[in-house]
């Protein structure tokens, strides 16, 4: 198999994995209720399942995500009675999320806790009792945060030394700031006229269930009272206080810890998994203009994602054209001037990594920053065999010494670069030109094929 067939088997796992949890946390949180409601409730995944957190790289924590929410999905029917099988089922995915990144055990262990200390709270009749709720949490608990204390213990999470010591270091960001976060784990991947699409469809979607529930709508008014007990209605309190409050710890939560792991965009990971705990705990009224609001809602959803993936695989074809030459032995500089795309939102940068195409088909050396620029990653470069280029963030302060070890140079320009900024990668352009010996453009790329530099004479040194 292939590397992209490979791809694309384990996104769809993924996807469909997802999809499976978040059906199981629907009907975990929603009683019978939910069961009437599963179908179209469940279509909402499709604004969640290719979050930002998909597109930017974070592989273990997007695939641990689907055994975040279904271990959750075990915990909360654990607590009822008759469910001792949950905790066996819950307690495994648990460990297998805290196993593939330690921020998913994290996030499941705090919601874990912050439900268990809900079901103590006077919101209502008692529905588990005390022992049952602790047993099960002390259960979920060791299995999503054992395993982080264990590498802690040992000096290392995969064995690459991140963790040496208990001490943290952490940045943090603005909690209000950040409130933008929950929409971008919505619709934040998009480009702007298919966000605001995606953003139109779902508002669709309140406003029926709205309109229903008000009474005024299609199917009369809505039968909350006719199943809703006294106990009902508290376990739902809970489920929503717990769920509400592990989104304010995930926006609270630090944007990076340097120590005792390394881990980048915290915040955002937890808030995207927040997002889709609350979007699973949405119990929509059963009116036909609800279901067909919502069904026509995860259509735009899935039209849009669609086109994008379509666009992206276009954009993607002809880096694989330019490339195709390449051979092993190949020394491929990327500068990614312009990393985005027409297809995704302005500030995603995920296509700075098409030039990994060099590595991934011809086994060349490409000077992408997929090296271990952190101690826990597994992969990178052998002791002094790491590629000279400028920082992948600041790809215009290439230098003659970066351009002299590479063989190739392959430059994403701008659509549209005006004042300064053209006048800089004018001379960028330029200065790479003068070292090419051809250069093949489409599109917005250029590949440019250097000449080897001959070692100076004595005379033309000055020697």
């Given at each position: 198999m292939g590397v992209v067939p490979a791809a694309q088997l384990l996104f769809s796992l993924y996807a469909i994995g997802l999809g499976?949890?978040?059906a199981a946390l629907h009907r975990s949180v929603g009683g019978e209720a939910a069961?009437?409601?599963?179908?179209p409730a469940v279509a909402l995944v499709a604004f969640v399942v290719w979050s930002p957190v998909a597109w930017m790289g974070f592989l273990p924590f997007l695939l641990a995500t689907p055994?975040?929410?279904?271990?959750?999905?075990?915990f909360r029917r654990s607590l009822g009675e008759g469910a001792a099988g949950c905790r066996r089922v819950g307690a495994a995915l648990a460990a297998v999320a805290s196993a593939l990144h330690p921020a998913a055990g994290l996030a499941l262990g705090a919601l874990v806790g912050l439900r268990a200390v809900a079901a103590f709270l006077p919101a209502g009749a008692a529905v588990e009792t005390s022992r049952r709720v602790l047993r099960n949490a002390s259960v979920f608990l060791a299995a999503s945060l054992g395993p982080i204390l264990l590498a802690t213990l040992r000096g290392g999470h995969g064995g690459g030394g991140a963790f040496a010591s208990f001490a943290v270091e952490a940045e943090w960001g603005d909690p209000i700031a950040k409130g933008a976060y929950v929409l971008l784990a919505l619709v934040g991947t998009f480009p702007a006229p298919l966000k605001v699409a995606a953003a139109g469809a779902l508002a669709a979607v309140a406003g029926a269930a709205a309109l229903a529930r008000s009474g005024t709508g299609s199917g009369g008014t809505e039968a909350r009272a006719r199943g809703r007990t006294s106990l009902e209605g508290a376990e739902r309190?809970?489920?929503?206080?717990a769920a509400g409050a592990?989104?304010?710890v995930a926006l609270a939560a630090p944007a990076a810890v340097k120590r005792p792991s390394d881990l980048a965009f915290l915040d955002y990971r937890l808030v995207t998994v927040a997002v889709t705990v609350l979007l699973a705990h949405v119990r929509l009224p059963r009116r036909p203009l609800v279901d067909g609001v919502t069904w026509a809602a995860a259509g735009v959803a899935t039209a849009a994602w669609a086109f994008t993936f379509t666009g992206l695989r276009g954009e993607q074809r002809s880096v694989a054209r330019l490339l195709s030459g390449l051979e092993p032995g190949h020394r491929l500089l990327a500068l990614p001037i312009d990393p985005g795309s027409r297809y995704l939102d302005e500030r995603n940068t995920a296509t700075r990594y098409w030039p990994l195409w060099h590595t991934i088909t011809n086994g060349g050396l490409t000077s992408s920053f997929w090296g271990r620029f952190s101690p826990h990653l597994p992969v990178g470069y052998r002791e002094g065999e790491g590629f000279p280029s400028p920082h992948d963030w600041r790809p215009w302060e290439v230098t003659s010494a970066h351009l002299a070890f590479?063989?190739?140079?392959?430059?994403?320009?701008?659509?549209?670069?005006?004042?300064e900024w053209a006048l800089l990668l004018q001379e960028l352009r330029a200065?790479?030109?003068a070292r090419a010996r051809s250069v093949v453009c489409e599109d917005r790329l250029c590949l440019f094929t250097l000449r080897e530099e001959r070692p100076a004479s004595p005379r033309e040194d000055g020697s």
């Amino acid at each position: 198999m292939g590397v992209v067939p490979a791809a694309q088997l384990l996104f769809s796992l993924y996807a469909i994995g997802l999809g499976a949890a978040f059906a199981a946390l629907h009907r975990s949180v929603g009683g019978e209720a939910a069961r009437r409601s599963l179908a179209p409730a469940v279509a909402l995944v499709a604004f969640v399942v290719w979050s930002p957190v998909a597109w930017m790289g974070f592989l273990p924590f997007l695939l641990a995500t689907p055994a975040v929410v279904g271990s959750y999905a075990a915990f909360r029917r654990s607590l009822g009675e008759g469910a001792a099988g949950c905790r066996r089922v819950g307690a495994a995915l648990a460990a297998v999320a805290s196993a593939l990144h330690p921020a998913a055990g994290l996030a499941l262990g705090a919601l874990v806790g912050l439900r268990a200390v809900a079901a103590f709270l006077p919101a209502g009749a008692a529905v588990e009792t005390s022992r049952r709720v602790l047993r099960n949490a002390s259960v979920f608990l060791a299995a999503s945060l054992g395993p982080i204390l264990l590498a802690t213990l040992r000096g290392g999470h995969g064995g690459g030394g991140a963790f040496a010591s208990f001490a943290v270091e952490a940045e943090w960001g603005d909690p209000i700031a950040k409130g933008a976060y929950v929409l971008l784990a919505l619709v934040g991947t998009f480009p702007a006229p298919l966000k605001v699409a995606a953003a139109g469809a779902l508002a669709a979607v309140a406003g029926a269930a709205a309109l229903a529930r008000s009474g005024t709508g299609s199917g009369g008014t809505e039968a909350r009272a006719r199943g809703r007990t006294s106990l009902e209605g508290a376990e739902r309190r809970r489920d929503l206080l717990a769920a509400g409050a592990f989104l304010v710890v995930a926006l609270a939560a630090p944007a990076a810890v340097k120590r005792p792991s390394d881990l980048a965009f915290l915040d955002y990971r937890l808030v995207t998994v927040a997002v889709t705990v609350l979007l699973a705990h949405v119990r929509l009224p059963r009116r036909p203009l609800v279901d067909g609001v919502t069904w026509a809602a995860a259509g735009v959803a899935t039209a849009a994602w669609a086109f994008t993936f379509t666009g992206l695989r276009g954009e993607q074809r002809s880096v694989a054209r330019l490339l195709s030459g390449l051979e092993p032995g190949h020394r491929l500089l990327a500068l990614p001037i312009d990393p985005g795309s027409r297809y995704l939102d302005e500030r995603n940068t995920a296509t700075r990594y098409w030039p990994l195409w060099h590595t991934i088909t011809n086994g060349g050396l490409t000077s992408s920053f997929w090296g271990r620029f952190s101690p826990h990653l597994p992969v990178g470069y052998r002791e002094g065999e790491g590629f000279p280029s400028p920082h992948d963030w600041r790809p215009w302060e290439v230098t003659s010494a970066h351009l002299a070890f590479a063989t190739h140079v392959l430059i994403a320009f701008p659509d549209d670069a005006e004042g300064e900024w053209a006048l800089l990668l004018q001379e960028l352009r330029a200065r790479v030109s003068a070292r090419a010996r051809s250069v093949v453009c489409e599109d917005r790329l250029c590949l440019f094929t250097l000449r080897e530099e001959r070692p100076a004479s004595p005379r033309e040194d000055g020697s």
